[in-house]
């Protein structure tokens, strides 16, 4: 990984002309180049400049070529104004020709259900293909790559294990680097970047909520993800995507960032995209997160958890992004999240509770439980009765080794 910090102006603009004389200088065939800004000294009073708003600093990778972007609704680019552009029109309106968009899991405008298929169609404001990426394939081809010269990723993450989008990135630049295609990966801050927590994965329960061998919060932009996945060679047969990273301006991994547009469906803000490191487990549960309410991954609840301790209940109905949610119709108590501190860490406590107050044990689980944990040692503890304490403590000593990893890669404070 190339990187650099520079402690003034002056230092920046020399090192940055010598830098570019010799990036002129690569192999075409170059497979490991990273490109990005220096690590900015930052302040709070800044504005979080995201990767997309750069064009300066991106246009002439993309002029006189076909391009593909990967993208959904969250890639824009914010004007003073407060108004946005999506990523496609403002290319389109600079004469960059996009031969093809790729979708990642709820669509190219956002608007499919958790885990719904989407298929592909053409994009009603702008006429080009859509190819879905959560649908019949989620690799690009090679035919669906014929004639790209350049792929352009732009989503924005949170930060989690099980939120597709990482895999989705897995994909492209496997993809890519099979077939010599240079990605430009558009960086955007992590609004779970302040931390690192939760049991690592294990490579037998690999899937697509969960590709790589790393705790459920990891701390890390999805620029600084795509050079881990490119440097610790997780792409099939080793091989190493040509990637280009636009960094972030005044940004830090302790910067406070609320996401102007819901990255999906059911995490409508920033209190449910905090508590879903938290929540998510659920999903491998006979537990509810709230979806068909309007407190998605702020709530938990089920019809067998009615006694003193969970006296908040609610009835799931269908929905924007929960055409049938789970519990349909049938009241649900639990507890209301929604007014709860901001969480540095993953609160297992939730699930310990509700593990132990549910009378019926043998149906709390299902399959999906094993692939969101990454691992069959939590399932195996909440049955044994090991406290959220002990729990979260055994999860440190491999957090520690992976920091040492993640490090290598960070392009931030």
């Known amino acids: 990984m190339i990187s650099y910090q520079f402690k003034n102006t002056y230092f920046f603009l020399v090192s940055l002309f010598f830098f570019s004389l010799i ?31 750069q064009t300066e600093l991106y246009l002439k990778l993309l002029e006189n070529k076909n391009i593909a972007v990967v993208a959904n609704q969250t890639s824009v680019i914010y004007k003073n104004n407060n108004t946005f552009t999506h990523l496609v029109d403002s290319l389109k309106s600079l004469n960059i020709h996009i031969k093809t968009v790729f979708s990642p899991e709820h669509g190219f405008r956002g608007k499919a259900d958790a885990g719904e298929k989407v298929t592909d169609g053409i994009d009603a404001k702008t006429g080009l293909p859509i190819i879905s990426l959560y649908g019949k394939n989620r690799k690009p081809s090679k035919e669906q790559f014929h004639g790209i010269d350049v792929v352009v990723f732009d989503i924005q993450d949170v930060g989690v294990r099980f939120y597709t989008y990482i895999s989705t990135l897995h ?112 999903e491998g549960t006979n537990v509810s ?88 040692l939590l399932q195996e503890q909440l049955a044994n009765g090991v406290s959220a304490e002990e729990i979260h403590q055994s999860w440190q000593p491999k957090i520690e080794v992976f920091k040492k990893v993640r490090e290598k890669y960070l392009l931030y404070e």
């Open 171 to 282: 994909y492209v630049m496997e993809a890519c680097a099979e077939q010599n295609i240079p990605v430009i990966v558009l960086d955007r801050p992590n609004p779970n970047g302040h931390y690192v927590d939760g049991p690592m994965l294990e490579t037998n329960y690999k899937s697509f909520v969960g590709m790589h061998p790393v705790p459920i919060v990891y701390g890390m932009t999805i620029g600084e993800y795509a050079q881990m996945i490119n440097g610790e060679k997780w792409i099939k047969n080793g091989i190493k995507c040509d990637l280009t990273v636009i960094a972030l301006k005044n940004y830090t991994h302790a910067s406070k960032y609320s996401l102007p547009i819901k990255p999906s469906p059911n995490l409508p803000n920033d209190t449910s995209i905090n508590l879903y490191p938290s929540l998510c487990l659920f």
């Open 23 to 53: 990036s002129c200088n690569q192999p075409k065939n170059s497979k490991f180049r990273i490109t990005t800004l220096p690590k900015n000294e930052t302040s709070s009073t800044l504005k979080i400049i995201t990767g997309a708003e």
């Open 289 to 376: 997160v709230g979806r068909g309410t309007e407190k998605q991954f702020q709530i938990f609840g089920s019809p067998f958890l009615k006694n003193k301790d969970f006296t908040y209940c609610f009835t799931p109905q269908p929905n924007f992004g929960a055409k049938h949610p789970k519990y349909e119709n049938v009241e649900c108590c639990g507890l209301d999240l929604s007014k709860t501190k901001p969480l540095d860490k993953i609160n297992i406590s939730y699930l310990v509770e509700a593990y132990a107050s549910t009378p019926d044990k043998s149906d709390f689980f299902n399959k999906f439980f094993i692939k969101l944990a990454g691992t069959k």
